[in-house]
């Protein structure tokens, strides 16, 4: 699975934006989950293509010897889960489906869940064993109204 930031410049989206490229090799394909555009997005397609070639040149270059080869695989894009068109929150879907997708179930994703999932994020990165700031409760909370 690869998380994808993409520079979009058009009239309805412009500025960044996050989505996923999987490699299914059960299906031996190529998947894209987008919060934002849905199968035959022209742009999707586009850029998912670009991204695809790159990853097909890497595999060539350093799995050329697994019995695996994906240069024949083709894009699908899974129907997922949107956001807000002028929404800024697509790197919470993107975590999302990085975290949930199993090739075959798209996790389910609601607006009123976006909140819910900023806190959990927040949570599981602050508690990480690689923050080496073990001391961010207490900053945090002398630096919030209202904290300790």
Known sequence: MFPVIEEMGGK????HHWY???INNTAQRFEALDSL????NIGLIYHANVVM???????KLYYNKLRVQIENYELEIIDAPKQA?????????????LDKWDGVNVPQI???DIQKIKKITANKWLNA???????WKLQLDSNCPGGK
């Open 53 to 59: 070639r790159r990853i097909k040149e890497a595999w």
């Open 37 to 40: 555009r849905s199968k035959g």
């Open 129 to 135: 064993p690689f923050n080496k700031n073990k001391k």
């Open 12 to 15: 309805e989206v412009s500025g």
């Open 110 to 112: 609601r607006k009123e």
């Open 20 to 22: 996923v490229l999987c």
């Open 85 to 97: 068109v002028r929404s800024v929150h697509c790197g919470f879907y993107m975590l999302e489906y």
